[in-house]
């Protein structure tokens, strides 16, 4: 891999078998990016994106091509190599927050580095840092249940970050929230991007989110092409003041 590349996909192919017929999902996405970079991937619902996240993490595997993550081909990982993976690697935050309900907002967060084998009292400790980050200090022994939809996907959004991973994929992030707590938690991301070094990958339908992004992918038909940012139409603005925590 080239200098600063941290991920390189090459000749990407996935395929479904439905009925005595091939879906072709995408075939050929070929792509770099280097270190630090904040993506985001647009397409319209089916084009293939949640797949292609699933693919860049190891949860799922191509039908042909190859992705070369952090100097390894993700390929050609067992499943155990590939848990291992993503726990050292990859924060993922999706559409809905997938907490746990019956435990606390820092037991949530917590939760990765428990299945590391780390002592609770650590990463409870750990996860209140991380809480603070998100602004949610105080909440910590509230349960998902007792937090607002905005809450729970800054939880999340902890939870996926407090391995210090190096990739942030993030699937549709905002798509369950209003506008205004859609903003919120999007500037949230782009700040702990910026703050952590990560390198994020965010999969929207909000061109207003992926005009602030470095680059822009658009899977369509089945092939992938980059636009620039400055291009995208952008989304009737957001209120003033509506990035403070709430």
Request: hydrophobic share 40%; with cysteine; proline share 4%.
């Amino acid at each position: 891999m080239g200098e600063n590349e941290i991920l390189r996909v090459e000749g990407l192919r996935k395929v479904f078998r439905s009925g005595s017929s091939d879906l072709v999902l995408f075939d050929n996405l070929s792509f770099r990016v280097r270190q630090g970079e904040m993506l985001a991937i647009m397409g319209e619902s089916g084009a293939g994106k949640s797949t292609l996240l699933h693919i860049l993490s190891a949860l799922d595997r191509p039908s042909g091509g190859d992705v070369y993550c952090a100097q390894m081909e993700l390929r050609t990982l067992s499943e155990a190599a590939a848990a291992s993976f993503r726990n050292r690697e990859i924060g993922f935050v999706w559409q809905f927050h997938y907490l746990l309900p019956e435990f606390t907002a820092v037991e949530n967060v917590a939760m990765p580095l428990l299945l590391r084998g780390c002592a609770r009292r650590e990463a409870e400790a750990e996860a209140g840092e991380w809480l603070r980050e998100v602004g949610l200090q105080d909440r910590g022994h509230h349960r998902p249940g007792e937090l607002s939809g905005g809450e729970q996907q800054r939880v999340a959004v902890a939870r996926a970050l407090i391995t210090r991973p190096r990739l942030l994929l993030a699937d549709e992030p905002t798509g369950d929230l209003d506008d205004r707590t859609a903003e919120v938690v999007f500037s949230l991301i782009a700040r702990l991007h910026r703050h952590h070094q990560l390198t994020s990958f965010i999969a929207t339908h909000n061109a207003s989110f992926a005009r602030r992004c470095d680059r822009v992918l658009r899977l369509r038909q089945g092939k992938i092409e980059e636009v620039k940012p400055d291009s995208l139409l952008a989304s009737v603005p957001a209120e003033p003041g509506v990035a403070e925590f709430r």
